[in-house]
């Protein structure tokens, strides 16, 4: 395993300039792909990824566990925001299996490139990236990430198969919110803009609720998100889908307000939900509402973002982070509260390799 | 063209120049009269606008009929405010003698709630015994003579309408051999049951425990919103009524149509929706055929986020 972490950390460290070939060609193949990324969004994702793959980072992470019987594990990889399966990959090879990825069409040349920086490096790792077809008929195992209907089908295909349910971890659709009690210093507005505009709000970790006192005037709040649109301008097409949303909530008489050029569109009413690039701005009288919600909506939600005062007051049910973390989760973190390595390593029992 | 006309030709839309004629004039009329319609200003109105306010073009206080959404958890329900139940009737009913024949039929609904009065479903299936059932029609739930009853011997064929989930549950119980000319419709729900199964997969055991082939299984798509119904008569694909066109377009961007295929959500104009708003933009996610579109499931807006379209088909 060593030699494949040092493996992992000398392409990340190669990755971590912006000029190398291998990263410049992925990216440009990237922008030319159905998607909305931006430069600056993919470069944001490449290069907050890769700081963190270190040889000590990469151990503490992975502490030796190990599976005593390599699976081919199929991953099918979201495609809704830059190298989304990155710690997929890295989890699967690290706990000693077998990869086999389908990339999305929204995203196909980062994450199969990055590999591919790996493998130079130990080319007898074994990862392959596959059609659909072919990881179902070659994965023993399986990780996926998608919407309801995605989860739902691969769950029948995964049985169709003969793949045990145990073997599945399948990830549904989550959000993430943001709890503010109006003491948000600016820049604590600036993180909570970046929490919610940085990958024009697609992907889990995105803040798509904002929960605010009924007193508290949003207005530096929104000048936050107009500065951060320049920072990381949204995708062209932003503004045409939220267009739609604009003109719903002008016509039902909603409260909302907008970027100039409709880079975003913050409404307000109540914590429902809205689609990318639109943020619900929710208001309470009282905590403990926002608390009710997290508590109830446990299940739908990723990450809640607050100012570490207001930690000890919110749920421990989810995962609490400081505002602007959303989009920096660790590598270490649990999408949807599970311990990746952990599966993978109690795919075939949970026994530490020995060191070396 | 007067709404009048419209009311009374609407049935008789054809494909080509004349239902878009019509589905103009029906716009033009709409937003003359629904005045967040024309605030609206785009064409497909979300679905979600009947959560928030009347649809209307007119005086909600004079609608015949409201129908809701049956709404789950904390969602808001959707209120579509009827004005004239003989249009609904017209609809309904004309679809149905176009696709099942012109009956009579012995028609037994099991349908969760139908005492509910604000339910479009249970009004469908009501009117559907009015126009076409025998004396033999009836709803039922735990309680299964009349469907015992028809089953020892209908004087028609009979037409089962349930939701998903309660007509697996029915079979799940025992076997109901039913005669070779019936029907079994359903009408969706099954996300509702225990543990989420294709549709081929659900229509393969309501076949087997209702004894009859799988093109005798048909499924009926519609909603509060809608007037109008389509109906998959066998198989997944749903084919509207002629004055109703499905197509499936860019969620994000509802006036780019996606080709056949590709997945997307389910933009609808139902010219049945005279005195509310024909041009909605629904959330449910859906593949358009050439002959029809076939629904893959909900599309909430927090799906949108950090949505995932790999599956090539349901």
């Not at chain 2, 694909?237 to 295929?261: A, E, N, T």
Request: aromatic share 8%; proline share 6%.
């Amino acid at each position: 395993m060593n030699a494949l972490i040092e493996a992992i950390a000398g392409a990340a460290a190669d990755w971590r300039n912006p000029g190398h070939p291998r990263r410049r060609q992925s990216v440009e193949r990237t922008l030319k792909a159905d998607n909305r990324f931006t430069e600056q969004s993919i470069a944001f994702a490449i290069n907050q990824q890769m700081e963190q793959l270190t040889i000590n980072n990469l151990h503490n992470w992975v502490r030796d566990r190990c599976t005593p019987e390599a699976l081919k594990v199929g991953v099918l990889n979201a495609g809704n925001i830059p190298m989304v399966g990155l710690q997929d990959y890295l989890a699967v090879l690290l706990t000693g299996h077998a990869y086999r990825g389908v990339v999305s069409s929204k995203s196909p040349a980062l994450m199969p490139a990055f590999a591919a920086s790996v493998e130079r490096r130990v080319p007898w790792v074994d990862s392959e990236f596959v059609s659909v077809d072919q990881l179902w008929s070659a994965a023993e195992a399986l990780l996926a990430t998608g919407s309801d209907v995605t989860a739902d089908w691969c769950r029948r295909k995964a049985r169709r198969h003969g793949m045990p349910g145990d073997r599945c971890l399948v990830r549904g659709h989550r959000y993430s919110i943001a709890v503010l009690d109006g003491r948000e210093n600016s820049d604590d507005c600036d993180r909570l803009a970046e929490d919610v505009m940085l990958h024009g709000g697609a992907g889990c970790r995105s803040v798509a609720l904002i929960f605010a006192p009924r007193t508290l005037e949003p207005d530096r709040y929104l000048e936050s998100l107009a500065l951060c649109s320049t920072v990381f301008p949204p995708h062209p097409a932003t503004s045409g889908a939220l267009a739609m949303s604009q003109a719903l909530l002008k016509a039902i008489d909603t409260p909302h307000a907008y970027g100039e050029g409709l880079e975003f569109l913050v409404s307000r009413g109540g914590p429902d939900v809205q689609g990318p690039g639109h943020v619900r701005w929710a208001v309470y009288d009282e905590l403990e509402e926002a608390v009710a919600f997290i508590d109830q909506r446990e299940d739908e939600l990723q990450c809640v973002a607050a100012r570490p005062h207001l930690h000890r007051r919110l749920p421990d049910c989810c995962m609490v982070v400081e505002l602007g973390e959303t989009q920096r989760p660790p590598l270490d973190w649990h999408p949807d509260g599970v311990d990746t390595v952990a599966f993978l390593a109690g795919l075939s029992g949970n026994l530490p390799r020995p060191e070396g | 063209m007067q709404i009048t006309t419209l009311e009374s030709r609407f049935t008789r839309a054809e494909e080509g120049q004349s239902f878009l004629t019509m589905a103009r004039a029906v716009q033009d009329y709409q937003r003359a009269h629904c005045r967040m319609y024309a605030a609206y200003g785009l064409d497909h109105l979300p679905v979600e606008a009947f959560k928030r306010v009347p649809v209307t073009t007119f005086d909600p206080a004079e609608a015949e009929a409201v129908f809701e959404s049956s709404g789950t958890g904390q969602s808001a329900v959707s209120r579509h405010y009827v004005r004239c139940l003989q249009v609904y009737r017209r609809s309904v009913c004309t679809h149905f003698a176009a696709v099942a024949g012109p009956g009579p039929f012995t028609i037994l609904a099991h349908l969760p709630g139908y005492a509910v009065q604000t339910s479009s479903l249970v009004c469908m299936v009501q009117l559907l015994m009015e126009r076409f059932g025998t004396a033999e029609s009836a709803f039922f739930l735990d309680d299964c003579l009349p469907l015992e009853r028809a089953m020892a011997g209908s004087a028609a064929p009979i037409v089962l309408f349930g939701a998903a989930f309660g007509l697996l549950d029915l079979v799940d119980r025992q076997v109901w051999p039913l005669p070779a000319d019936s029907l079994v419709i359903e009408t969706g729900g099954m996300k509702t049951y225990r543990q989420a199964i294709t549709r081929s997969e659900l229509h393969q055991r309501l076949a087997e425990g209702f004894g009859l082939p799988t093109r005798r299984i048909w499924s009926e798509y519609g909603m509060c919103e809608l007037m109008s119904q389509a109906y998959a008569k066998g198989g997944g694909v749903y084919q509207p009524p002629p004055w109703m066109r499905v197509s499936v377009v860019d969620s994000q961007q509802p006036d780019r149509v996606l080709p056949d295929g590709e997945p997307g959500a389910l933009a609808v104009i139902d010219l049945a929706n005279l005195y509310s708003v024909s041009w909605l933009l629904t959330e449910d996610l859906g593949v358009g055929h050439r002959h029809g579109f076939e629904v893959l499931g909900r599309l909430p807006a927090s799906a949108l986020r950090g949505c995932n379209f790999l599956i090539p088909s349901a």
